[in-house]
């Protein structure tokens, strides 16, 4: 089966000019590829649009990826809250532990 996709190239100047030793170095640009457009900033500059056609297995099932992807996203939620939770808990415990006035 093939799958049409959209892309967005851009160039960033990742490299501004750096002195070393008193010699410039050149410049150098690095592509992105990007599925969605942005607008041009001083770090990445649009060049075109363009479309590339990948020819997938027609057994390909993106569903066990989907479910991977998610519960990896869940587990670093979770783990954000409980670090969010215990610090809460902390900052409580340090406040019930002050002396009363």
Aim: glycine share 0%; net charge negative.
């Amino acid at each position: 089966m093939k799958t049409k996709i959209k892309l967005f190239l851009y160039l960033s100047n990742d490299f501004p000019e750096v002195y070393v030793s008193g010699e410039p170095y050149e410049q150098s640009f690095r592509p992105h590829i990007k599925t969605y457009f942005s607008e041009n900033n001083v770090d990445l500059i649009f060049i075109r649009e363009m479309e590339i056609e990948v020819e997938t297995d027609p057994d390909f099932d993106p569903v066990p990826h989907q479910v991977s992807a998610l519960e990896a996203q869940k587990l670093k939620v979770l783990s954000l809250y409980q670090k969010s939770v215990a610090e809460i808990n902390d900052q409580l415990h340090k406040l019930q532990s002050l002396p009363e006035r």
